[in-house]
């Protein structure tokens, strides 16, 4: 390890990456490309501070990565220099598959292909380029490595990209109550049987780190005004899809042409290089150039989605705590119907019935371990008798619905 990069981050401050592979990674193209990805979607249209991108994001996690790699050695756990320097590359091309706007359209471009599975192919693609040097980087993003806390530090329930999205996206929201002790729970790690576990006198940080993680998410992740934008940019892209595949003529940026007119799944992803050549070069920018001219469409859905995200009117929702009621839902279309004019098919786009969930801790994926003084390991929701860490194991799910505001918009292209 011979380079290194410092880079002055807003969260941390200063930071340092000894590595010449990070190095190499941060330059390329491909990494390049996550300056022009929000992390957090259309979050800004709710906190407005929230414009930081996925590069700032794995920058940081893999800036943890580094802390929590130092402390096991201090430790007296042994790691080399090839799996320390394969693990923080690993950190740092986590996200990289994700596509436009993040988990927004995940699923929207692509058939049930998530964006873990995006950067496992890209991450082969750069190991071709990069001749062999991520071999070890890709055995832990996978968990195919022997040493099964590498990987639990890129992807588990206490994973260092966690505890940077948590404590960055409140930064930047201005949302304290996402604010973790990321320091101190990283000083608590250390290993038995070559898994991670949490020393005891750090359960009460770890509590606070599931409270935090809860609260962002009906905060920040899942406040309705976000999840209204996001299914409504979600919604577009699935109309635009339906329409470009019917020979529907409109303006289409060069990249995204290919994700629109024809259903792509994991295996055509994998085996057919051009689709990553073209997914690589797309980013939010094509999404927001695209709807500038989709707001002028023709076709009713098309245009009061892109007009309602690009002006922020966005669409009232109704969240509770039960199923939504048939009565309710026929009262919202039949209502959209009638001011709209649409047709069953557009009501299906402009009335948007889904649900949301929330859980802080899954006791059987994953657990985070405490290590006791007495030497045993349990897990975290029954290390404590505070029944807070038990409460957050269960799920909570919330059913909505989405649709425009009566006069929210102009019915010109009617």
Known sequence: MKKSKIINDPVYGFITFPSELVFK???????????????????????PGANHTRFHHAIGATHLMSIALNTLREKGHPISDEEYEASLAAILLHDIGHG??????????????????????????????????????????????????????????LDVDRLDYLNRDSYFTGV????????????????????????????????NFLNARRLMYWQVY?????????????????????????GYDIYVPEFLEIFLKQDINKNRFENERELLDSFIKLDDNDIWSAMKTWKHSSDTALATLSEGIM??????????????????????????KEEFGANQNELDYLVIKSSLSNNAYLPKENNINILKKNGKVVD???ATDLPNITAMTKTVTKSFVCYPRKGQFNMKNN
Do not use: W
């Open 25 to 47: 990674i941060i330059d390329h193209p491909y990494y390049q490309r996550l300056r022009r990805i929000k992390q957090l979607g259309l979050t800004d249209l709710v906190y």
């Open 100 to 157: 436009p706007f993040s988990h927004a359209l995940e699923f929207g471009l692509l058939t049930n292909v998530t964006h873990e599975d995006i950067s496992l192919i890209i991450m082969n693609r750069l190991n071709e380029e990069f001749g062999g040097a991520l071999d070890l980087t890709i055995k832990i993003f996978s968990d195919t490595y022997q040493r099964k806390f590498f990987h639990q530090l890129v992807s588990g329930q």
């Open 176 to 207: 304290t109550e996402g604010q973790v002790s990321f320091d101190r729970i990283l000083k608590m790690l250390t290993l038995v049987d070559d898994k991670l576990v949490v020393e005891e006198k750090g359960v009460y940080s770890i509590e």
């Open 222 to 246: 899942l406040h309705k005004t976000v999840i209204s934008a996001e299914f409504m940019l979600l919604r577009c892209i699935q109309r635009m899809k339906e329409l470009y595949q019917t």
């Open 311 to 336: 002006d922020r009117k966005l669409f009232k929702i109704e969240v509770t705590n039960s199923q939504l009621s048939k009565t309710r839902l026929k009262e919202i279309r039949s209502q959209v």
């Open 380 to 382: 975290v929701a029954t």
